[in-house]
């Protein structure tokens, strides 16, 4: 289902419609208006999580996840684009998002009577043409955020360069499955 056709989330329709650029306002007030109704509803959504993670039915989640999320390239980039919302969210409240995960899966997996603990990790490289080319020949595996940047950048045809030295992989529409479902290729 298109972004057009879902029925509202966190944002309604013609909040999606001015985030992707199709809609143009008369004034700058309902602009700044449309921005702050966008800024709200976030901030809604993400409290409801907290209601969610509580009161929601594991049954419903499971189907949910299970059903509508798993074997679905365009729910699972979702997914994906929320970690990255969330991590930069985090970064921008000034909290550790490697606190907030560990936290967020001790909660989870308190549910089952498990403690957990999570390491994690971030290694930062510049994103360069030449660089991911090389690594691309050296290892035959780009991340999807790699794979995004190359898409991008006109120095350099991801076709191309997938075609020459990436053999296991095909292109479609559906982001390669999001990347065989996040293992590199």
């Not at 499971?62 to 999320?69: A, I, N, Q, T």
């Not at 919302?85 to 989870?108: C, D, I, K, M, P």
């Amino acid at each position: 289902m298109s972004g057009n056709e879902r029925p509202r989330g966190i944002l309604s329709p013609a909040d999606r419609a001015y985030l992707r650029g199709e809609t143009t306002f008369g004034s700058d007030q309902s602009e700044r208006n449309a921005r702050a109704r966008i800024r709200e509803r976030v901030l809604a959504g993400l409290r409801d999580f907290d209601l969610l993670a509580d009161a929601l039915a594991e049954r419903d989640r499971e189907l949910v996840f299970g059903k509508h999320v798993g074997d679905d390239p365009e729910a699972v980039r979702s997914l994906i684009a929320a970690l990255a919302v969330l991590y930069r969210g985090a970064e921008e409240a000034g909290l550790e998002f490697g606190t907030l995960l560990e936290e967020g899966v001790s909660r989870a997996e308190a549910d089952r009577s498990v403690a957990a603990g999570v390491d994690f990790e971030v290694r930062r490289e510049p994103l360069d043409p030449d660089r991911l080319t090389r690594k691309l020949r050296r290892t035959g595996s780009l991340t999807l955020s790699e794979l995004a940047y190359l898409r991008e950048t006109d120095d350099v045809s991801l076709d191309r360069l997938l075609d020459r030295y990436a053999t296991d992989v095909e292109t479609d529409e559906s982001d390669d499955w999001v990347q065989a479902k996040m293992t590199s290729f």
